[in-house]
């Protein structure tokens, strides 16, 4: 027989004995068929690398002469020490910093937009010398939520401690708000500071903080009322249906 041939005998060999384990597996219940599905993959993997690239005659005669090359093969394998959970391992931690990169980008796109609002809304209420801060408070609060507004704000006031049209509250308070890194672990937060008049901003400020705690004490007032809700009128679970007497 030329090479080819033993090459060939031995893939045929191999194959029928994956079908014979395939054929056994099918039978076998759910449980089962999980617990060797591993067993079964890697034995495919071995079929294919055979289908891929030839062995030395030496070497096919050595495992033609094994009644099954194939659960020999997976048994080699299984107590080899492999790098398969450090490269699981590799594979979790690059999906999760890919991830975790999409979302930072993601996030301040939606602080530029929530800057660039708060920018228009103070404009859009500034009127005869007046603002309406509580207005332009409310309108912004509105569309980002008062986590993202402030965090926008605060770090507004941060990066200019400097200037004393901001309040001293204010400048207190906003030293109290973590600010979130890049990905890089760069200070990018430039990108999202608010432009306007600071003194404008500083009024905004007042009215967001103000309406912020309005809407966590009526946040919380509403979780307390459900949790003191009646439950009369609910109707009765259905007890558990009593067991027939055998006869």
């Not at 049209?165 to 890049?182: D, G, H, I, Q, Y």
Request: net charge negative; aromatic share 8%.
């Amino acid at each position: 027989m030329t090479d080819a041939e033993l090459n060939t005998a031995l893939y045929e060999k191999m194959f029928a004995e994956q079908e014979q384990f395939k054929d056994w597996l099918l039978t076998q219940p759910p449980e089962k068929i999980l617990e060797r599905s591993y067993e079964y993959t890697v034995r495919e993997d071995f079929l294919l690398a055979l289908e891929q690239d030839d062995l030395t005659r030496g070497q096919i005669a050595a495992l033609l002469a094994t009644p099954t090359p194939l659960d020999d093969l997976f048994h080699t394998y299984e107590a080899t020490e492999t790098h398969h959970m450090e490269e699981v391992w590799s594979c979790l931690e690059s999906l999760a910093e890919y991830r975790k990169a999409e979302q930072a980008v993601q996030e301040e796109r939606l602080n530029i937009s929530c800057k660039e609002a708060i920018e228009k809304a103070i404009d859009g209420n500034y009127r005869g010398n007046s603002l309406d801060a509580k207005a332009a408070a409310q309108e912004v609060l509105d569309q980002f939520g008062p986590e993202r507004v402030q965090t926008v704000l605060a770090a507004t006031v941060q990066d200019k401690d400097w200037d004393a049209r901001f309040s001293r509250e204010n400048k207190a308070w906003a030293r109290t708000v973590p600010m979130p890194l890049a990905v890089d672990g760069a200070n990018r937060r430039s990108r999202w500071l608010v432009d306007s008049h600071p003194g404008l901003v500083n009024l905004f400020v007042d009215q967001v903080r103000d309406l912020a705690r309005e809407r966590e004490k009526e946040k919380s007032s509403v979780i307390q009322q459900l949790r003191q809700e009646p439950t009369v009128g609910k109707a009765k679970a259905a007890p558990p249906k009593k067991r027939e007497p055998e006869r």
